[in-house]
């Protein structure tokens, strides 16, 4: 069965420092793969997304993600957040024949501090 | 482009009464996609719409829960007799490939007491 972790419930990093967020999936297929935040009160906006090629996609905001096949992940990046970066981030997958179904992980809430 | 417009943003009913939520997708995506957030259970999906026809309802509770899609311009999402555990945030989403890249809306906030 299809499935999406995100093993850390809550990050809290320091304005200014890099950041990970841990993704890894289950899918027999060919994956498609998003990450999307959601802010307070907001709906979910899409940072990034991967379908195929480059294993590094490049997202908004300075955002990345990386797919690794051979660990079954799709680790989110930054390399300096800003206290706005603060929001819930989901990790989510996409399958089924026309890739219209999607598997969200829990969610990564991430904590900037000032 | 306004985006995808969910109303009401926040709806408060009594246990037993009808709840009734609309979605506008954006102009000209042809699919329609609904969800459900709570804290235990997280993102769920619910039902889908492409070209306004029923694709796929896997995720509807059994009974007392109803989408429909009229027109190309909106959706409804129908829970009767609403209970308690019925609160939560409902997403709309839509895409004009019926299929991964979805626009989320910003979701009504159900509260049943």
């Known amino acids: 069965a299809q499935s999406v972790t995100q093993p850390d419930a809550r990050v809290t990093v320091s304005e200014g420092a890099s950041l990970q967020l841990r993704c890894k999936y289950s899918?027999?297929?060919?994956?498609?793969l998003f990450w999307y935040v959601q802010y307070p009160r907001q709906g979910l906006q899409l940072l990034l997304k991967y379908y195929s090629g480059d294993p590094v996609v490049q997202g908004v905001n300075g955002f990345e993600a990386e797919f690794s096949k051979s660990n079954s992940s799709f680790h989110l990046r930054k390399a300096s957040v800003h206290w706005s970066d603060s929001a819930v981030y989901f990790c989510v997958l996409s399958y089924g024949s026309s890739g219209n179904k999607l598997i969200f992980g829990i969610g990564t809430l991430l904590s900037v501090k000032p | 482009n306004a985006g995808v417009i969910q109303t009401p943003r926040h709806k408060v009913t009594g246990k037993g009464q009808e709840a009734t939520l609309w979605c506008e997708p954006i102009?000209?995506?042809?699919?329609v996609f609904w969800y459900r957030q709570t804290i235990v259970q997280g993102l769920e999906f619910l039902t889908y719409f492409r070209n306004q026809a029923p694709i796929d309802d896997s995720g509807m509770p059994k009974e007392r829960f109803s989408a429909q899609m009229p027109n190309q311009s909106h959706s409804t999402l129908k829970i009767q007799s609403t209970q308690p555990q019925d609160s939560a945030v409902y997403l709309c989403a839509s895409s004009d490939t019926g299929g991964a890249e979805q626009f989320f809306g910003p979701g009504t906030r159900l509260t049943v007491l």
């Open positions: 899918y027999s297929g060919t994956p498609y």
């Open positions: 102009s000209g995506h042809s699919a």
